[in-house]
């Protein structure tokens, strides 16, 4: 019988918060997702600021990163109402809560000394959304990954290779968020499958627009000031040269790589070339497009693995300039996105964690060992319900 979900997520772009929900039925390639309603709301200047602080060893505070846990999981409990006030559902027909949290550090590999494991944090407590909507709530997805030796993403690969495995056409799914991910399914029978991050998503791009627009604006809107400059060749090679690009999958990276210190090495090599703010935003843009277009090139295309199309979601999906640069680095490849597919590009992330939480609380796996790494499948996500009648939901959609 279906169940009626709510996707949270907020991702490394720190723009705001997706809440979809959807109509979910069965598992596994027998799965029906169905978006009714979307909902997102931006983060404040403030509240992008105070995070950001948080996914940086040299900023953040432990008291800071404690309360942050409880102010958004109130603002996640926000949006959930917000999405149930503006659809056609209360809330007593939903089902249960999946939510992300929110990332502000991820380390995929050990450090040098034994206090440093891989790990990985996301905020936002599920208790508290919880209490605050009377449902239950599956969070903290990437942490059964990791203890299974996987690197805790990308997570999404799971629901590419539900819905986009495709007999006739090998296909890479791009989402450009603010780290961009592939995940590259083989057509037919052919289950090579691959999936990585790919370095930056918007990440570079929002923070260099950011400085230049005097903090006015927070992202390129749809390419329009990238499309104004020419893309200076010599410092988009120089920026090829970081050593993510050439490290062999599997591989993540996140804020802690790609944040405000490496746009400050940016910022200062653009001022030595003399490179004009147009320019300089069109080779960022160009840049961005490279590292997705080289790293097909290098450990898709390279191994002999065919490419068809590459579909394209997240916010850089808008961004016409950066689409432009990626269909021209990937000239034999058919560049499109996901909404042709009819999901939307904004959608499809916080969708996948209604996924996800509907095989866990099946009790199904849900991940793809091969994508992250992992010694093998896991069933991702803790719970919280904080009320009897929440607990209830649980026990009806495990008798469903
Ligand atoms: N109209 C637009 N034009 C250009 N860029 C856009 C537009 N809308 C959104 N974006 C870009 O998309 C970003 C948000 O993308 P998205 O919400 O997919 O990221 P995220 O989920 O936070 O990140 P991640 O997937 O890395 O966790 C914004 O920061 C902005 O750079
Ligand atoms: C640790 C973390 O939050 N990683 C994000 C980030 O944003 C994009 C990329 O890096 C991806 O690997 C992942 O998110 C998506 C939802 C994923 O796991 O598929």
């Not at 910022?267 to 490279?290: G, H, I, N, P, Y």
Request: charged share 25%; proline share 2%; glycine share 8%.
């Amino acid at each position: 019988m279906s169940k009626l979900g709510i996707g949270l997520m907020s991702g490394t772009s720190l723009d705001g918060i997706d809440a979809v929900l959807c109509r979910v039925n069965g598992t596994g390639f027998e799965t029906e997702l169905e978006v009714l309603h979307a909902y997102s709301v931006a983060y404040t200047d403030d509240e992008k600021q105070k995070i950001m602080a948080l996914c940086d060893e040299h900023t953040a505070r432990v008291d800071d990163i404690t309360a942050m846990n409880f102010y958004l999981a109130e603002k996640f409990s926000e949006a959930v109402l917000q999405l149930i006030e503006q659809s056609d559902y209360s809330l007593t027909d939903i089902d249960f809560v999946s939510s992300h949290g929110q990332t502000i550090y991820h380390l995929p590999d050990e450090g040098s000394t034994k206090f440093q494991p891989k790990s990985t944090l996301q905020i936002g407590d599920i208790s508290v959304i919880s209490e605050r909507t009377g449902l239950p709530v599956v969070g903290d997805f990437r942490t059964a990954d990791m203890a299974a030796g996987g690197q805790g993403a990308p997570l999404v690969s799971f629901l590419d290779y539900v819905f986009f495995k495709d007999e006739k056409k090998s296909r890479a799914l791009q989402n450009i968020g603010g780290i961009g991910n592939v995940t590259y399914l083989g057509r037919g029978d052919d289950q090579q499958l691959t999936s990585f991050d790919t370095g930056p998503g918007n990440m570079v791009i929002d923070e260099v627009v950011y400085r230049l627009s005097e903090k006015t604006l927070t992202y390129d809107k749809n390419g329009q000031w990238a499309a104004k400059g020419q893309e200076n060749s010599q410092f988009v090679e120089e920026l090829m040269d970081h050593e993510y690009f050439s490290r062999k999958p599997p591989k993540t990276t996140g804020r802690e790589v790609f944040g405000k210190a490496y746009v400050d090495g940016v910022m200062k090599r653009a001022k030595e070339l003399d490179l004009s703010a147009d320019d300089l935003v069109a080779s960022v843009t160009a840049w961005t497009a490279k590292t997705i277009a080289k790293s097909y090139k290098d450990f898709i295309l390279s191994a002999n693995k065919p490419l068809d199309e590459v579909i394209v979601s997240g916010g850089g999906g808008h961004n016409e300039t950066l689409l432009r640069y990626l269909q021209e680095y990937l000239p034999d490849q058919r560049v499109t996105t996901i909404d042709e597919f009819g999901i939307s590009s904004d959608a499809k992330e916080a969708a996948a964690f209604v996924l996800f939480g509907y095989h866990f609380l099946l009790g199904e796996t849900n991940t793809i060992s091969e994508f992250t790494n992992a010694d093998h499948e896991v069933i991702m996500g803790k719970l919280s319900y904080t009320q009897p009648q929440a607990f209830e939901k649980v026990l009806s959609i495990r008798g469903s």
